[in-house]
């Protein structure tokens, strides 16, 4: 106890009490949303300001003569003449296991009702990982859904584009890849950028209605807030994403969508007296995504182990994929699942155009299980698109181009998958497998659906031990491929007998 007690008398005798100066600022202008500061020198980039009546902003514009700010929220309570004094903190998003099964606003201000205790924080704005402290993208992040990853798969570190006009589907399957996620180790953020609050309730009432909300957490800046909340919202939701990838766990985020998050940019941009550029955005609009997905990474073992997923979501007008936002992001992304209006309004969904849909990295992911199967799965698909258009014009078509149709329209209608029910990597095996075999050949159309669903179910009931091995090892032994196609054969030979209809 002596020992304390001189420790402590010395430690307060050597101890000096320092001057601060704090330096405020005057508002000299406001409206809009922006405030234009005098006399506030030395601040940082995307700093908080605060202002007289407890207020806050960002500073995005540092001048020689004063500071060009966003307000974050309670823009009527500025006025000129006001004093604004710097934080020195810059804009912080909370980490930690506490945010799972959560909604919070971008500033980690709680919008479910409960309060929240979080203990650390990270500045929204971080450095993207080194190129030595990555590793190569090589295993896969399941989507749950046939079209996707038999044919564009995913891997965990890889960032790929969701594009499509508005009501094709594009976060539907964002919220099925959540959804897919329950038996994996990823951690799943969900950031809502700009849209209504009903649809943000909708897709929180998904999701804890699937049971995805017990490993998700929610970050939304809804259409009635400020446009800075908006913009900070996606750099937010990647903070939170690398608080857990620095604890070497997988992360998926949802950015839903970067389109909005564009015009949120544009709009305090132009409040701020940017120079416009193409379209009226500023010339940094590239930068402002780059910047964002580039912290999506997968993460060498000595540096964690960890990764993030991106999906982003971007919306097209009048199917236009070549626009300026939809090609920056395109540019940046490793690959995009486009989304096209024909196809969702033929009810052929999820409506994925295979032909200008890719993945740049994923085949080097993908289960060894699933890659046996979808070799030529593309080809053929878009065979089959390419023929179909000759036969519309009722010309006569040969036997072997029967065939191809046949098996293209089967193919199409094993493609088509309800929302909300994700395949597992079994279930995707069995049905290419099937579709392989043969099994649905002179099938009707109309009963395919019906067939597949019935034949996985008998499956469920005669290869459970097929069944595991696939979803656990991810491969499909020799010995396994010939016991499922006998499986099948017999299925097959039933089906036709009326015993399982």
Do not use: W
């Amino acid at each position: 106890m002596e020992e304390i007690g001189s420790f402590l008398k010395k430690q307060i005798a050597e101890f000096h009490v320092k001057p601060i100066v704090y330096r405020c600022g005057k508002v000299a202008r406001v409206g809009d949303g922006v405030v234009r500061v005098t006399g506030l020198p030395d601040r940082l980039y995307g700093e908080l300001l605060e202002f007289e009546s407890g207020a806050y902003g960002m500073a995005l514009d540092l001048e020689e003569d004063g500071v060009g700010a966003v307000l974050m929220d309670n823009a009527d309570t500025v006025n000129v003449g006001d004093t604004v004094k710097g934080t020195g903190v810059v804009a912080e998003a909370p980490i930690g296991d506490t945010l799972i099964g959560r909604v919070i606003d971008p500033i980690g201000r709680p919008l479910d009702g409960e309060p929240l205790t979080v203990k650390s924080y990270l500045p929204c704005e971080n450095p993207a990982p080194k190129i030595m402290e990555r590793r190569p993208v090589d295993k896969p992040l399941e989507t749950g859904i046939l079209a996707i990853d038999s044919m564009i798969p995913i891997g965990r570190g890889q960032r790929e584009l969701i594009i499509g006009d508005r009501q094709t589907g594009k976060t539907s399957i964002a919220l099925d890849t959540i959804i897919n996620q329950k038996n994996s180790d990823v951690i799943c953020v969900y950031c809502a950028i700009g849209q209504k609050a009903s649809n943000i309730a909708g897709i929180i009432e998904t999701l804890k209605k699937t049971g995805a909300m017990e490993y998700s957490l929610v970050v939304a800046a809804t259409a009635s807030d400020s446009p800075a909340m908006q913009y900070l919202a996606p750099y937010a939701a990647c903070a939170v994403a690398e608080g857990f990838m620095k604890d070497g766990k997988d992360v998926l985020v949802v950015y839903d969508d970067l389109s909005k998050h564009a015009v949120a940019y544009r709009t305090m941009s132009l409040l701020l007296h940017r120079p416009p550029g193409r379209e009226a955005f500023p010339g940094d609009v590239f930068y402002l995504h780059s910047r964002l997905l580039e912290r999506s990474a997968c993460m060498s073992e000595e540096f964690g182990g960890g990764s993030i997923t991106a999906l982003p979501i971007i919306e097209t007008m009048g199917g236009n994929i070549s626009a300026y936002i939809p090609t920056n992001v395109i540019s940046i992304t490793d690959g995009q699942i486009y989304l096209e209006t024909e196809l969702f309004h033929s009810g052929v969904r999820p409506a994925v155009n295979t032909g200008l849909s890719v993945s740049r990295v994923g085949r080097a992911a993908q289960h060894k299980a699933m890659r046996k199967m979808s070799g030529t799965l593309r080809i053929e698909l878009s065979q089959f698109r390419e023929m179909a258009v000759f036969t519309r014009f009722g010309s006569d078509v040969d036997e072997s181009t029967k065939k191809m149709l046949n098996r293209g329209q089967t193919l199409t209608e094993l493609l088509k998958q309800p929302k909300s029910k994700p395949y597992t990597l079994f279930e995707e095996v069995a049905l290419l497998s099937a579709y392989r075999g043969g099994v649905f050949e002179n099938i009707a159309e109309s009963e395919i659906k019906n067939c597949a669903d019935t034949m996985l179910c008998y499956l469920h009931d005669n290869c459970a031990s097929i069944e595991n091995a696939v979803n656990v090892s991810g491969d499909l032994t020799d010995e396994d491929a010939e016991r499922l196609k006998e499986s099948l054969n017999h299925f097959k030979e039933s089906y036709s007998n009326g015993e399982h209809q």
